[in-house]
């Protein structure tokens, strides 16, 4: 009940912003918007297929051009804003089909080889403008109407963040993405429980970059000039960054890790162009708020600041939801590897139901409480399956010797110790 | 002929570079199974503190000398912060690593300017074979080449690096027979940092370097190192100078604009060959 008052609240209040606004944060609040709308991708892709992509920029630059170059050349706007997410979604799939057998740093390198390269070929494309850019993108008309202020802009950037915030809910609660996130865990478990893992995987992967494709078609209409060094490599890394602080693999988190970095980020920006600062100073900031949030967020709370806030607020979910939530996601944040599956037996049990919990939660707050209900329990014993998997004598072995590396082994097997009761009456209490 | 002599000649001494990154990359993999993102900001660091070194007046062999050891310090630092929390498992260490590349900029903009930055090398012009290349090249040659063996030297016969290779082909053992892995894992943080910083003094005079170049030498030297599947030296070595040459002969004959497009496609196609050859399940090995 809360939660849904929230939810109204932020709706309200960011529909009521934008008029109240002066021409310069405006900007802002759109650029935010964006960011938001890519992140949400990044977000899925890193919590709900455990990969990380360093080249998410990419998908958004193919977008942005994708409208762009079909504005430039006549087409209907509106039609090149449709467009810009169908072209990123389908070069996903033909980029992800080779490069998604990749996993883990293999495939963070891919994807940032696959930006290096797209940046070059635009660089060098006379077609897209060169290193010049392409300019004289007409702005966006809607049904005949031109939009020229922004606050049109902010409008539209608002309701493709509304869009596709609830398309992650949506596949969040499916039953394919509760297949997903056992397929993040343990890919082994989840293909032998009949997942199509390689499926859904690039599934997610196009998804991701439909909503990046998306939000560049709005900013290449907002702007009306692309380059290629408005997408650097550095642009991708930021939204790992919003992602990672927002807290990976749940809906608000892309939206409070976007407005966290952003509005840091400018209020670091205007100290920063206050006179007698060096002139370098705005850019150091920056990169220094990145790194340091970034660095700060996976040490100190890997699982971002919405699961964290949530669990100091713990009567924000259902009453159900909640007491099972507390144990288990205490026990996830003990464990540093939240988004990754690359730790023992332990760390399996600890991410899966701390994504969860977040489920439990959403699906609260749209109130189908029947569907909930059963989404919730489905999760749970796919948690129990995977924990099983983990403690599996086949896998025993081989992820007691590399697995746990970084730590010991005894601490280890004592965090799961403590875990695995944790997790089964959790399981029991929600199937009951 | 001569010409093709001196693309090789020059290829090979700009591959030895990504080598060097490279094989820092595999120092620090091997033991940790950390990928460090980070490896690029050390030959950046390094080779705009030599600049400052020579600058002041120090002389040529003592800036250079001075840069790789404060290049080995940045390391240990790096890897406090990235493998310091027991328990981190290496994706977030990579992620750490890149937040770490990112405070490197910040730091370089701050000490140095945005501004590319070079140094003079060793001067003069080499004629080898018909061929006239910059002495440097040769330089760069007559530097890695030692050290690589020196490298496999260090690994194969003193008991650091023996205790080193131990945690790298099976930790858990190696915690067993009571070497401390944590400390090796610092110790190859340490020799990454030295060996990435060897590569920016020794290339810089060759190419300029400026704060965000890190991206490119980071990603050619884990093309050079994925050759070898990230484990072993000698092969991102042989990475390392396939992959100048490859990039000189393709800018020398004219299509010079698309030689990071080759490297790039290189490296990929190997990491998906490798991918298909070793199966879609490899969870228990990470």
Known sequence: MRKSLLLFAVAAITLALPPLLPERQLSVYILLGLAATVTAGVSLLMGYAGQVSLGQAAFYAIGAYAAGLLAVHGAPSLIGLLLAPVAAAVAAVLLGAPLLRLRGHHLAFATLAVQLILLSLLGQGTWAGGAIGLQGIPRLSLFGAELRDDIGYAYIVWAVLAVVLLISRNVVASRSGRALRAAATSETAAAASGVPVGGYRLAVFALSAAFAGLAGGVYAFYLGYLAPGSFPVLLSIEFVVMAVVGGLGTIAGPLVGAAVIVLLVQLLNSLGTQPGMPSYAPSVLSYAVYALLLIAAVRYMPQGIVPTVRRFFPRSSTAGASSTTQPSSTAGSSSTDGPFRAGGSSSTAGFVPGGESSVAGVSSTAGFVPGGESSAAGTSSTAGLVSKDGSSPAAGPESADRGSSAGRPGVGKERSSTERPSSAPDSLEERA | ?286
């Open chain 2, 1 to 286: 002929m001569s010409d093709f002599l001196g693309y090789l000649l020059t290829g090979l001494g700009i591959g030895a570079g990504f080598a060097l990154v490279g094989s820092g990359l595999v120092a620090i993999y091997r033991v940790t199974g950390v990928v460090n993102f980070a490896q690029g900001a050390f030959a950046v660091l390094a080779a705009m503190l030599t600049s400052t070194l020579l600058t002041a007046g120090l002389p040529h062999v003592l800036s250079e000398l001075a840069a790789v050891a404060v290049a080995a310090v940045v390391g240990v630092l790096v890897g406090i912060v990235a493998i310091g929390k027991p328990g981190t498992d290496p994706g977030t260490s990579l992620i750490i690593t890149l937040g770490l590349g990112v405070f490197a900029y910040a730091v370089e903009i701050v000490l140095w300017g945005d501004q590319p930055r070079s140094f003079p090398g060793l001067p003069g012009v080499a004629t080898v074979g018909g061929a006239r290349i910059q002495a440097h090249y040769l330089l760069i040659l007559g530097v890695t080449v030692p050290v690589f063996l020196a490298l496999a030297a260090f690994f194969s016969r003193t008991d650091l690096g023996k205790a080193l290779s131990a945690c790298a082909s099976n930790r858990y053992a190696a915690r067993v027979v009571g070497i401390d892995v944590r400390r090796m894992g610092l110790l190859a943080f340490a020799l990454g940092g030295a060996l990435g910083g060897l590569a920016g003094v020794l290339t810089t005079p060759v190419q300029q370097v400026t704060f965000d170049s890190d991206v490119t030498l980071i990603v050619n030297g884990f093309a050079a190192a994925v050759l070898g599947g990230l484990t072993r030296p000698g092969v991102a070595l042989v990475g390392g100078l396939l992959l100048g040459v490859a990039q000189t002969l393709i800018a020398g004959y004219g299509w010079g604009a698309y030689q990071l497009e080759v490297a790039l496609l290189l490296m990929l196609t190997v990491m998906i060959v490798q991918a298909a050859r070793s199966g879609p399940v490899r969870e228990a090995a990470r």
